[in-house]
């Protein structure tokens, strides 16, 4: 009997559309691939609520949930409502304590707050706070992958990442970080899969070493 493939759902990060995962591959006989997109949320909406209307897209049972960066989190919450197989974060956090000292400063002054977003002269900002690249691949990338501009959305995935509270992660859950990521520093992380040299953006830049690897990281027994 022809065992059925198993259903992977891909996360993008903040603001970013799923076109950040052009490049991944997968044995196609063994997995299908679906990408989930970020919605505009209404009014200050809680990442409980959120994540409930983002499980709607989820059209099979026990799938494996990726995503990167502040995705990673959002699939967390996800697989908080349904039952996954697994759950892969990429350049992310599975604790709050994770969370570098820069954003946990935010959450206690409220200064991301004070962010005016809705300026064209702070493109930059966002594309630093999503890729964590150097100014002109920041750019590059924002023009690429960055499609959300709503500056409710950006504001609202700031204040929830920085105010993100979880103190256990859950047992099917397996973390890829990067080496050199400036947006969750690595000496942060615990208890992850570590890629040397690899940036925030590396699901873009280092595909090959997803291509290679996510298969047998999805494959294995935790």
């Not at 908080?80 to 604790?95: D, E, G, N, P, Q």
């Not at 400036?182 to 040397?196: A, L, N, Q, T």
Request: charge should be positive; charged fraction near 20%.
């Amino acid at each position: 009997m022809t065992q059925s493939r198993i259903p992977v759902y891909f996360m993008p990060g903040m603001a970013a559309n799923p076109s950040i995962f052009k490049n991944i591959e997968l044995p196609k006989d063994l997995y299908d691939i679906f990408l989930l997109e970020w919605f505009i949320p209404t009014g200050n909406m809680c990442l409980e609520d959120y994540a409930k209307v983002m499980v709607k897209g989820i059209a099979h049972e026990n799938p494996i949930l990726i995503g990167v960066s502040f995705g990673g989190i959002m699939v967390q919450e996800m697989a908080k409502l349904i039952s996954t197989r697994k759950i892969v974060i990429i350049s992310s956090v599975k604790l709050s304590n994770e969370l570098p000292k820069r954003m946990l400063f935010a959450k206690y002054t409220k200064i991301h707050k004070l962010l005016p977003f809705g300026l064209v002269n702070n493109v930059e900002l966002i594309a630093k706070y999503a890729f964590g690249e150097h100014v002109k691949k920041r750019i590059k990338l924002y023009e690429e992958f960055l499609s959300i501009r709503d500056p409710h959305y950006i504001s609202w995935a700031l204040d929830k990442m920085v105010n993100w509270n979880q103190k256990k992660y859950a047992s099917n859950l397996v973390h890829i970080h990067g080496e050199k990521d400036p947006v969750f520093p690595i000496s942060h992380i615990e208890d992850c899969i570590r890629v040397k040299n690899g940036t925030h953006a590396m699901i873009v830049y280092r595909y090959r070493w997803f291509n290679k690897h996510l298969p047998e990281i999805m494959a294995a027994t935790l």
